[in-house]
């Protein structure tokens, strides 16, 4: 079966700090990947989606970036956070052609 | 003009009632619908997709209005269990975009 990781779970990261969050996937070929960003009280913004190794489409410019080294892995990084990047970070995928998406458990960011 | 619209809420209903959430969407191309649950500082799951036909799943009902591009999610009998966030999400861009509502927040109350 397919499993998601997403880690870690919470950060709190000073201001002008890099950031690097990692998701992998287990279990399926070449799925689509995504990172959202959901700010508190607040609906899911789509961030980064990926089709396939070192392909990224991104949907909002700001000082984030993602990269897919390989099939299953999906990184989101940061090289100096910004107040604004707090929030509640999310990875997802889906089966290329498939509807359905999955997503790890979110990691609560907190910038100070 | 948002992609995706919906209410947020909070709808409070008493335990048993009957309550509806709509969707309107901007993108005429969207493919498929879907209807999300997120548990408070939780990751949303799949609740069910919306078929173009309308589709049930047990206490649950989905339906879909290409022409006034809408969508629909009625709850009936509500339980306790049912309090949380209901996101409206629909894939575009030849199958690759996930695109979310920003969510309606339902607390059912005894």
């Known amino acids: 079966s397919q499993t998601i990781h997403q880690w870690p779970a919470t950060l709190v990261q000073p201001v002008g700090s890099p950031l690097s969050l990692e998701c992998t996937v287990e279990?399926?070929?070449?799925?689509?990947l995504y990172w959202y960003r959901q700010a508190a009280g607040r609906g899911l913004q789509l961030l980064f989606y990926s089709v396939g190794i070192g392909q990224i489409s991104s949907e909002v410019p700001q000082n984030l970036s993602a990269s897919r080294p390989q099939d299953r892995q999906f990184i989101l990084s940061s090289k100096k956070l910004l107040l604004s990047d707090s929030g509640f970070y999310l990875c997802?995928?889906?089966?290329?052609?498939?509807?359905?998406?999955?997503f790890g458990q979110g990691t609560r960011l907190t910038v100070v | 003009r948002k992609e995706v619209e919906q209410d947020p809420g909070p709808f409070n209903v008493p335990e048993g009632a009957t309550v509806a959430f709509n969707c309107t969407y901007s993108n005429s191309a969207s493919q498929s619908f879907f209807w999300y649950r997120q548990d408070c500082r939780k990751e949303p799951k799949l609740l069910m997709s919306v078929y173009s036909s309308g589709n049930e799943d047990g206490r649950f009902t989905a339906q879909l209005n290409r022409a006034s591009q809408y969508i629909s999610l009625l709850i009936r009998d509500s339980k306790l269990s049912d309090s949380a966030t209901y996101l409206c999400?629909?894939?575009?861009?030849?199958?690759?975009?996930?695109?979310f509502g920003g969510g309606t927040r339902l607390m059912v109350k005894p």
């Open positions: 997802a995928w889906k089966l290329a052609g498939g509807t359905e998406a999955f």
């Open positions: 279990g399926t070929s070449n799925p689509n």
């Open positions: 999400v629909l894939l575009s861009n030849a199958g690759n975009m996930l695109t």
